[in-house]
């Protein structure tokens, strides 16, 4: 029996044709909803521009007909994925100026956004559960919990009550049907969501994959969806200018996650992770919580390939907090000759362990939404390749030819030619200042990948032979290490810190805590989140080993010690030979480190092998120290007793040994 449900009684759904005047005087036959009948919502009357309501699924007719009654749309438009309507939205976009073509390139656009809103919003970012403890942990007295923020459903509801209601007025409201994950995969999962805004239709056929198949997945099983509901909160007639063409409402944003009910309700920001719920918010928090209930877990993770000179491959998922550089591994262009490396994904990884005990993982979404400053033909050459058709730009800036242009793109890019900012000023190579903001993205397909791996897409995953952990830390900490075991590795995964980036609000350099590189994107209690990595390891399957990586080490002169880039292959082969059982290793307090000469360096030019792999013993004393109280604060009693026992190990071996 599926769980009883109010919204399944008495439900009517019926579309006739009415006619209807423009502010023209001319008449046209529209279809409307009618007599929409849900108890205790009364009637809608909604015409329904483009789509079949009828046909839907009755669970969809009833969370579209609930979202049009609160958000009071002037039409409703069924999304079927395809090209036409890819046009169709284009053209409109054209048209407001909301998109700029880029005439250098192929089928690529510009938008410019509210400078207001050109971040995910994490202050703003609430998980909501009936009880306070599901979401976020036993936080000692006087700290702020960063692993999550929870907010009751009462006081959401107060905050939504004043948003919601009539946020979509004058707007048509958008419903995409999409599938996170190859459509069918077991692994895969459906979202719905509904939206004002036509560019983040745009973006989601190009994140998700949008198709009215899951129209009839959704009809012919029980199986659920996530319900996404995304409004830019700025009803007609406006109450404020509109800034570039991009209607929000940053002052009121808010991204309100209900697990237990698997959705999310995001308010007054039309940016990436804030709009695009496929993302972050369903992908990363709404699974992770999916993944706890049903034994499998939702990462921040790339997935990749090697294959070594002898035809040997191996998959990776890599960990790493935004904007540190898993586009660029994702899809590194190996500096030593007869390596090859594929993708599968640069942001998220659905990881779960098959009936043979290994692990498997899939990319859950269809695209790269990727930052572009720092991205050249020599940092990441396919994803340039990438991003040459079918692309929308967000905030990068624009030669007067039609190209585009971002901080990293100097040597690329002619001197002389005049360029508009992503603020729409005039600009020129060398000029003071920042011609694309630093959170500046390309959003593109990732079949155009160049180097995408054939199995991408397979319904059953790629096996995963090694999870990466990794942040900016220009002090202290050495190229490479690998954990002594599955729970020494959580443990460093729960104690990863990184320099902040431009990817979320934050400013400034310090070094922050992203246990996971999952921080801003827990969906539950961090100390059960803990609890179910270390419970992924049972008797008959095959664990990955976990290795830490640091590309971003400084000497005392401020220059990066390591190369980074196509030259981490070296990082990887050693760490290959590693998974196939060499003993290149030596035995250090807080992991194995790499033998002395075991990781490649002909050709690369002075390398200081010592201070790479030196650890300080007053860093480390620190570290540790910090990493414990940090740990304490912030699970409080539900941090696992073994990672109090890994933290305790790790601190009597650097006290001891170091
Ligand atoms: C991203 C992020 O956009 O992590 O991938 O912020
Ligand atoms: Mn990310």
């Known amino acids: ?99 700029v073509k880029l005439d250098k390139m192929d089928n690529c656009y510009l938008c410019r ?31 702020k919990g960063i692993m999550g923020q929870w907010k009751s459903p009462e006081d959401m509801a107060d905050v939504l009550d004043s948003r919601f209601p009539g946020s979509m007025k004058g707007r048509v409201m958008y419903v995409i049907p999409f599938s996170m994950g190859p459509i069918g995969s077991p692994l895969s999962k459906i979202g719905v969501e509904l939206t004002d805004f036509n560019y983040v239709v745009l973006s989601m056929r190009i994140m998700a994959r949008v198709s009215t198949k899951i129209w009839d997945m959704l009809g012919n099983t029980d199986s659920d969806f996530v ?105 590194l262009t190996p500096s030593l000759p007869g390596w090859k490396v594929k993708c599968i994904g640069d942001d998220i990884a659905w990881l779960r362990f098959d009936k043979d005990g290994r692990l498997r993982a899939i990319n859950p979404e269809a695209g790269f939404f990727g930052v572009a400053p720092g991205t050249n033909n020599k940092t990441n050459p396919v994803a340039m390749a990438t991003c040459e058709k079918n692309t929308i730009f967000t905030n990068v800036a624009m030669t007067e030819d039609g190209g585009v242009f971002w901080e990293g793109l100097e040597k690329e890019t002619d001197r002389n030619i005049p360029i508009t900012t992503w603020r729409g000023d005039k600009w020129k190579v060398g000029q003071e200042g920042k011609a694309a903001h630093p959170n500046s993205r390309f959003c593109c397909p990732a079949s155009q990948c160049p180097i995408i791996h054939p199995a ?8 995963i032979d090694a999870i990466l952990f990794g942040g900016r830390r220009p002090a202290g900490v050495p190229l490479v290490f690998e954990a002594f075991n599955w729970e020494h590795g959580v443990m ?59 590309w971003f080490r400084l000497n005392e002169h401020g220059d990066f010690l390591w190369p980074g880039f196509g030259q981490n292959i070296r990082v990887i082969d050693w760490m290959c030979r590693r998974m196939d059982g060499e003993n290149i290793v030596e035995p250090s307090p807080i992991g194995l480190l790499p033998e002395e000469g075991s990781i490649p360096l002909q050709g690369l030019g002075p390398i200081d092998w010592e201070e790479m792999f030196s650890l300080p013993k007053d860093y ?38 170091l």
């Open 492 to 550: 460093l995964g729960a104690s990863l810190k990184s320099e902040s980036t431009a990817a979320a609000e934050h400013t400034g350099k310090t070094i922050m805590h992203d246990p996971m590189a999952m921080r801003p994107f827990m969906g539950y209690n961090f100390g059960d989140y803990l609890q179910h990595w270390l419970d992924m390891k049972q008797p008959g399957r095959q664990m990955p080993k976990i290795f830490h990586v640091n």
């Open 227 to 331: 319900k996404c509901v995304h409004s830019i909160g700025a009803p007609r007639p406006l109450q404020k200018k509109v800034i570039n063409h991009w209607p929000c409402n940053p002052g009121k944003i808010i991204v309100a996650h209900y697990p237990d009910e698997r959705k999310v309700m995001s308010y007054g920001s039309g940016y990436g992770g804030n709009s695009l719920l496929g993302k972050k918010c369903f992908a990363l928090r709404i699974a992770s919580r999916i993944a706890k209930d049903e034994g499998w877990l939702a990462e921040h993770m790339l997935i990749m390939s090697v294959t070594n000179p002898a035809g040997q491959e191996k998959f990776i998922a890599a960990a790493f907090p935004s904007a540190c550089g898993k586009t660029n591994m994702a899809m």
């Open 1 to 99: 029996m599926p769980p009883y449900n109010p919204l399944m009684e008495n439900k009517t759904a019926r579309v006739s044709k009415r006619r209807r005047c423009d502010s023209m005087g001319t008449e046209s036959l529209v279809e409307e909803i009618d007599d929409v009948t849900l108890p205790g919502l009364g009637i809608v009357h909604v015409p329904v521009v483009k789509g079949d309501f009828n046909a839907l699924p009755l669970k969809v007719q009833e969370f579209i007909a609930e979202h049009v009654k609160l958000c009071r749309p002037k039409g409703i438009y069924l999304c079927d994925g395809s090209e036409e309507e890819a046009e169709e939205l284009t053209e409109k976009l054209l048209n407001r100026g909301t998109l």
């Open 113 to 143: 956004t509210d400078p207001a809103d050109v971040a995910r919003v994490e202050s703003q970012t609430f998980i909501c559960t009936d009880e306070k403890y599901k979401t976020v942990p036993h936080v000692a007295e006087g700290f």
């Open 620 to 657: 480390w004393m620190e570290d540790i120290k910090e990493s414990k109280q940090f740990l304490h604060d912030q699970c409080g009693c539900d941090l696992p007793d073994v990672i109090e026992q890994q933290l305790n190990a790790q601190q009597e071996r650097i006290s001891e040994n």
């Open 456 to 463: 991408w897409e397979d319904p059953e995953g790629v096996p």
